[in-house]
């Protein structure tokens, strides 16, 4: 994508006598600018929904429904869920705003990738159990690692996690590591 701007060249006040153009590719910038608005797009999304949910059960507890003892807390846990899940994506927007702002400073470590991977697993246990799915570390028992703990810790659970979410009952969830040569 090309972006043009030109200007009258005059070699005196009456006549133009041609024109100066100059061409930017701006094919880059146009495509960063198509990922923020759908980035914003998933944002403003992902943040009606559980907004929705804290704002009915609000009402309805407002409502009458705090007096229906056998829903109320029901509705309570459902709106501190919700808020939870709002907190946790403003915290992935501030997050990302520090890295594209180079704010980020990484706390670089020596680590044993198969200690993590158990860490994460862990983690995650109960929901692989509710959902039916077999955690699996394949990691090598010594498989020295040098990265920022809590960095590679999200970037785990992040995908661990979506694999228990999109998993069927009795699939697994694998973890592998191997060095490889260029």
Avoid at 121 to 134: D, I, K, M, T, Y
């Amino acid at each position: 994508i090309l972006r043009m701007h030109a200007a009258p060249l005059r070699l005196n006040d009456e006549d133009v006598d041609g024109v100066v153009c100059a061409f930017s590719d701006i094919t880059t910038l146009e495509r960063l600018e198509r990922i923020r608005q759908e980035f914003l797009s998933n944002v403003s999304h992902e943040l009606r929904t559980p907004l929705a949910a804290i704002t009915a059960y609000t009402e309805t507890l407002i409502d009458g429904g705090i007096d229906d003892a056998d829903n109320n807390l029901r509705f309570l846990y459902t709106i501190q869920r919700n808020a939870e899940r709002m907190r946790a994506l403003v915290n992935d927007v501030a997050e990302l705003s520090a890295i594209e702002s180079g704010a980020v400073k990484l706390a670089v470590e020596r680590l044993h990738l198969r200690q993590v991977v158990n860490e994460v697993f862990n983690g995650l246990a109960p929901r692989a159990s509710e959902h039916g799915v077999w955690l699996d570390n394949q990691v090598p028992e010594e498989f020295p690692i040098t990265a920022d703990r809590r960095r590679l810790e999200q970037i785990l659970i992040n995908l661990v996690d979506n694999a228990i979410k999109f998993n069927y009952p009795g699939g697994n969830v694998a973890v592998s590591a191997e060095n490889v040569q260029d």
